[in-house]
C-alpha cells in the first residue's frame, strides 16, 4: 500500500488543526481533557520516575498531594468521521491513559468529551454499553485482550449480541461469523471450539479486528496494535484496518510510539509529551 495522498485542508480552531477538506461532520470532540493516572507513594507512575530523577518540573506538576498523577492535562482535539487521526509519544507520556478516558475505562477529571455532537453520557451500565456500540478499542497487548477461559465462538457471539442481533437463527449467527473471520484470513471452521491461548499473536490481533467487523463501531481506538507481533502480521495488520476504515468509513484514533508509522496511515498526527499536545 502506498503512503495516503496529500489532500486539501482547511483550518479549524485557535491552535490551527488540520482537518481533512470535505469531513465537517463532527464525530468526536475533546475540550480542555484532563485525568489522573497511577496512584503510589508520590512517584509518578504513568509520568516516569526518570523524569523526577532528572527534576522535570512537568512532572512534578502532575503530581497531586495524595501521590496522585495528571497523567493527561488540557488535552483538546476533534475527530471526523471516516479520518484517521495519529497520536504519537515515547512511553509514559498519556496515550493509554488518553485512550482508557475516550473508552470510559478511567473518569475525566475535567473537561468535556462530546460524541456525535453531544456531551457524552455513559452515568450507568447501560449508557455504557450503548456507547461501546459506537466506539471500541485493539489493545497492544493481544495475550492481555481475551477471557483466555472463553472459548473463539463466544467471543464472537458477544459481538453479534451487543449489536441487538441475540435472537438471529444459528445458522446466521454462523454466516455472520464466518464472514469476519474471512475479512482477516481466518478460518471459522477451524477456530470454532478453540480456545484464545491456542492461537499464536498474529491470529488473536486479527479475531480482534473480526470483533470490529461485527461490532462496525463508529470510532475505533487502535492503542499500539502492532508493536507486540512480528514484522509479517504488522503489515497484514495495518492493511485490515485501513481495508475497515474504507469499507465502512470508521474513524480510527492511531496510537503508536512510531512516528513514522503514524505519518504512513493518518491524516493527522499529534505528538503528545508530559500528558500534553505539544
Avoid at 503530581?63 to 515515547?90: D, H, M, P, T, W
Avoid at 492481555?144 to 441487538?164: E, H, P, Q, T, W
Wanted: proline share 4%.
Amino acid at each position: 500500500r502506498t503512503p495516503n495522498k496529500i489532500r486539501p485542508s482547511r483550518q479549524c480552531g485557535e491552535k490551527g488543526v488540520v482537518i481533512p477538506a470535505g469531513r465537517s461532520r463532527s464525530l468526536l470532540q475533546l475540550h480542555e481533557l484532563a485525568g489522573l493516572g497511577g496512584k503510589g507513594l508520590g512517584v509518578p507512575e504513568v509520568v516516569g520516575d526518570w523524569l523526577l530523577n532528572q527534576g522535570n518540573d512537568a512532572a512534578l506538576d502532575g503530581l497531586a498531594g495524595n501521590g496522585e498523577v495528571q497523567a493527561v492535562r488540557g488535552v483538546s482535539f476533534e475527530v471526523k468521521k471516516g479520518e484517521i487521526l495519529g497520536i504519537v509519544g515515547e512511553s509514559g507520556s498519556g496515550k493509554t491513559t488518553l485512550s482508557k478516558m475516550l473508552l470510559g475505562l478511567i473518569s475525566v477529571t475535567e473537561g468535556e468529551i462530546d460524541f456525535q455532537g453531544k456531551p457524552r453520557d455513559i452515568s450507568n451500565g447501560k449508557k455504557k454499553k450503548e456507547y461501546w456500540k459506537g466506539i471500541q478499542a485493539i489493545f497492544q497487548d493481544p495475550f492481555a485482550s481475551y477471557n483466555m477461559f472463553k472459548r473463539v465462538d463466544s467471543v464472537l457471539l458477544d459481538c453479534i449480541n451487543m449489536r441487538g442481533d441475540k435472537n438471529l437463527p444459528k445458522e446466521e449467527k454462523e454466516r455472520l461469523m464466518t464472514e469476519a473471520c474471512s475479512f482477516v484470513n481466518l478460518k471459522y471452521a477451524e477456530l470454532t471450539n478453540k480456545y484464545p491461548f491456542e492461537l499464536s499473536g498474529g491470529q488473536m490481533q486479527r479475531l480482534m479486528i473480526a470483533r470490529i467487523f461485527l461490532l462496525k463501531p463508529n470510532i475505533l481506538l487502535a492503542d499500539e496494535p502492532t508493536s507486540m507481533i512480528d514484522a509479517c502480521s504488522r503489515a497484514t495488520i495495518l492493511d485490515m484496518l485501513l481495508k475497515l476504515r474504507d469499507e465502512i468509513n470508521m474513524t480510527i484514533i492511531f496510537i503508536t510510539h512510531d512516528i513514522g508509522l503514524a505519518y504512513y496511515v493518518s491524516d493527522n498526527v499529534y505528538i503528545m509529551e508530559h500528558g500534553k499536545f505539544v
